[in-house]
């Protein structure tokens, strides 16, 4: 009887001090960065496949109070700088007293990308990191970089956000956040949803299609979906400049889901809900050759309307790109070299 009793006293202080930790946050470690609550450090990781090796510059900021964890993804393209720079000045004013929860930031996600200046894919292996989710743990370095997000990064978050422009040679306007409208889990999409709805751009995307079978999650933001982890993208801002305009839309976005998720209180006023795109309709270059636009981004176009041209390399027009509906232009190239089935322009209709 006595030893019964010890054990209870025992096993209730086991009980008492499990659940005063279930309180607190988790240490949160990614390689060989690591971060308790309170605590916030900036350093790169390694990741290497047999060829090749690159790192990846993170943030954490473990807030000294518990709550939820929202990871942020800034260069899955290396020439987007909007959303690069945006979270270089947004997490060094995130204070670890100040958060219930925690804010992790891949600051740049393709740094082979960003230092080779290369649009759409990795100078090191040819591929798209944002069509290589989730990842092999043996692939390319860039199916390897997916990886290492989806299996040491992805497991801490509760929420997250994947931040793009229009790429180095890409015309976007205007800004919109997209979130997975269609996903089979009701309760994932109804987060995301609020998410892009608190965010605060005028535009959003509700992407079509199911995430089933899951081996159709390759982007970074679809493969947080299929492991149940409520996510927007945004795209704001393109062209290789520095866009300060794109870069504000983007940080006080994150400020706002930092309200929503209640990391943190900015105090922001409410938005109004964005206009959702109706159907997307791109036109794809049937030739490699020169790109010549005409109209510019965010006006209304008409089913059939001259949008721009391809020439051959003498300068004589081989191909118009007409918009396939009427609605607003939303992305166009803006520079003139395209290879045969690239993406010349983006028409959304207007609901
Ligand atoms: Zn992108």
Known sequence: MKNLGLLSIFLFIILLNSSLLAQQNDVITIGKLSAAPGDRISGTVAISSEENTAFVPITIVNGKNPG????????????????????????????????????????????????????????????????????????????????????????????????????????????????????????????????????????????????????????????????????????????????????????????RILDHLEIQQSGLPPVPEPIIFGDRHSVNSPVDGSWYPLVDTEKMVEEGELIGYMTDWYGNRIFEARAPISGMLILRLEAPPVRKGELLITVAELQ
Do not use: C
């Open 68 to 255: 939820p964890t929202l990871l942020l993804i800034a260069g899955i393209h290396g020439s987007e700088y909007s959303p690069i720079i945006a979270l270089q000045r947004l997490m060094p004013t995130l204070q670890p007293q100040n958060l219930s929860g925690a804010v992790i930031a891949i600051h740049i996600a393709n740094v082979p990308a960003y230092l080779g200046r290369t649009i759409y894919t990795s100078p090191v292996d040819g591929k798209n990191l944002n069509r290589s989710f989730p990842g092999k743990n043996d692939g390319t370095l860039t199916e390897r970089t997916a990886h290492f997000l989806t299996s040491q990064v992805y497991p801490y978050a509760d929420a997250v956000m994947d931040i793009h422009s229009g790429d180095g040679n890409e015309q976007l306007r205007p800004s919109w956040v997209g979130y997975y409208a269609e996903e089979e889990d009701a309760e994932i999409v109804e987060k995301s949803r609020k998410m892009a709805m608190v965010f605060g751009l005028q535009y959003a995307n509700a992407f079509k299609g199911s995430l089933t079978p899951k081996s159709k999650a390759i982007w970074a933001g679809s493969a947080a979906v299929a492991m149940g982890i409520p996510s927007i993208d945004v795209e704001a801002g393109g062209m290789g400049i520095i866009n300060p305009y794109a870069i504000n839309q983007i940080e006080t976005g994150i400020r």
